[in-house]
């Protein structure tokens, strides 16, 4: 009995290398088994395809608009049951590097059927910590949160996000159409992102361009402790952040007091 095999995702934003990936897949085909599932040319048609199920392995280049393949690494590999990855690039000297440093496989363009041949046979997936050391060493910046929710991938773009919210050990990301659960460190978040949020509180972070004012409110102390804010004056009166499209005022904490004077 032969073994079923393997469904491949091509992903490259030009069209003549996806057609060189095909031609070089089809020579490798008597010696692997292997079928051409899918085409895609962003990371974002990519994870589209991934999330609906069915493919083994993922050749992607590292460059592309709307979502790179290091990015797609990152999302992927929070999954169940990752498909193996396999990166193409033109030379880029730091995501080699971060590849040969974390184990994981890459090929250099233009790529040889010998040396795609070698990386398809010994394809393995790629862990959620290994994507994070490339993402690092390489300082790429997500362009999406991943949600995932019964076996799908949800895609967030990070543009649309109004704040994030630490709640237990999850961290809420509200955009104007919705409310998502994310299962990542809310510190984490601001390492990544800083440029983009402020942070107004030790549980919260907003979005920069979103914030259109602050308010003080006037309460007693246990509501502003019940509104995560602190006793700082008499009676309880705290600020708030004002935020567009989201009638939620968010507490500002005495320590971060200094994001008013910011804006």
């Not at 169940?80 to 496989?105: G, S």
């Not at 959620?128 to 690092?136: K, N, P």
């Amino acid at each position: 009995m032969t073994n079923a095999p393997s469904k491949i995702l091509i992903v490259d934003d030009e069209a003549p290398a996806r057609r060189r990936l095909r031609d070089l897949l089809d020579d490798c085909r008597e010696s692997f088994a292997l079928a051409i599932a899918d085409e895609a040319a962003n990371g974002v048609e990519a994870i589209e395809i991934i999330s609906n199920g069915g493919i083994d392995i993922v050749l992607t280049d590292i460059r592309m608009p709307v979502m790179d393949g290091l990015e797609v690494a990152r999302h992927v590999a929070k999954m169940d049951a990752p498909p193996k990855l396999i990166f193409t690039t033109a030379f880029d000297e730091y995501a080699v590097k971060a590849f040969e440093l974390n184990a994981v496989d890459y090929l250099l363009k233009p790529i040889k059927q010998e040396r795609l041949l070698a990386a398809l046979k010994k394809a393995s997936s790629v862990r959620a910590a290994q994507a994070e050391a490339i993402a690092e060493a390489t300082k790429a910046r997500r362009r999406h949160l991943s949600i995932h929710e019964r076996g799908k991938i949800i895609l967030v773009p990070v543009d649309d996000i109004i704040f994030l919210r630490a709640e237990l050990k999850y961290v809420t990301v509200k955009t104007l159409a919705k409310e998502y659960l994310l299962e990542e460190s809310l510190t984490k978040l601001e390492d990544e992102f800083g440029e983009l949020f402020a942070r107004v509180h030790r549980s919260a972070l907003v979005a920069r361009k979103a914030v259109t004012g602050f308010e003080k409110v006037n309460g007693n102390a246990d509501q502003a402790t019940e509104n995560g804010a602190d006793k700082e004056e008499p009676g309880g009166a705290y600020w708030v952040v004002v935020l567009k499209g989201v009638d939620e005022k968010l507490p500002v904490s005495r320590r971060q007091q200094h994001v008013i004077r910011d804006f």
